[in-house]
């Protein structure tokens, strides 16, 4: 089975430009999040999409926005970029079933998008 | 609300001996715990996972937690340290019990170095 694809892994954009993120999910799973991660610290949930909607958001602007397709591969858009958004963005994917009594799924992540904003 | 902390930002240990990355959490209900591991430019890798079975969890690699309820706590550790083992750790909850699956709430990360 693949593994979770990002694509490009690694870019640079000037502020104020808009920049878009790819994610191919692992084969059989259907939902797919994001989270960024800053030098340093752990990553942070952005959102998550299941069945092409959106489905639960962290504290991210509405700058950040995403796009899921049928085949649940993923797209990350961000706007009007900031310096602030430099960063790795990392996609990660899992399985069906997202409202198991028993907890929560695994997730499998993407080796991620090294954006920086100059 | 829930969250994690990871008690140090780096561990230093020699190849052969054992290795403890402190992790404390804090939830209003029984969570789900894991420990990921980031080697550099790689994706983060799931180690281990606690979901309300044993409370104490085997991984790959040889790593192992437990789940502590009184101290709060999900302490990673490994009998003996590889020079391999060298990466970053993570310490994560998931906030959501039965929903969304894929808000993980991270902790800042433990950087394990392995000296020779």
């Known amino acids: 089975e693949t593994g979770v694809t990002q694509s490009p892994t690694h870019l640079i954009k000037t502020r104020g430009q808009q920049v878009t993120l790819r994610c191919s999910s692992q084969?059989?799973?259907?939902?797919v999040s994001w989270y960024q991660q800053a030098l340093g610290q752990g990553p942070q949930f952005i959102f998550q999409y299941y069945r092409e909607e959106e489905n639960g958001r962290g504290n991210f602007p509405p700058r950040f926005s995403g796009l899921q397709f049928p085949n649940y591969s993923s797209e990350l858009n961000v706007n009007a970029l900031e310096l602030d958004d430099s960063a790795l963005y990392l996609c990660?994917?899992?399985?069906?079933?997202?409202?198991?009594?028993?907890?929560?799924?695994?997730?499998?992540f993407g080796a991620g998008s090294r954006l920086t904003v100059l | 609300a829930q969250s994690v902390t990871q008690l140090d930002s780096h561990v230093s240990v020699s190849e052969g001996t054992p290795v403890l990355l402190r992790c404390n959490y804090s939830s209003s209900y029984s969570p789900s715990l894991f420990w990921y591991v980031q080697h550099p430019n790689k994706g983060l890798q799931l180690l281990l996972k606690?979901?309300?079975?044993?409370?104490l969890v085997k991984g790959i690699n040889g790593f192992e937690a437990e789940f502590k309820k009184s101290e709060t706590s999900f302490h990673l550790t490994k009998p003996s340290a590889h020079m391999s083992d060298a990466a970053e750790y993570f310490c994560?909850?998931?906030?959501?019990?039965?929903?969304?699956?894929?808000?993980?709430?991270f902790g800042k990360g433990t950087k394990l170095s392995v000296k020779p």
């Open positions: 990660a994917s899992s399985q069906p079933g997202q409202l198991k009594s028993s907890g929560a799924n695994v997730l499998t």
């Open positions: 084969s059989g799973h259907n939902t």
């Open positions: 606690y979901t309300s079975a044993a409370t």
């Open positions: 994560v909850v998931s906030p959501h019990y039965g929903g969304s699956q894929g808000n993980l709430i």
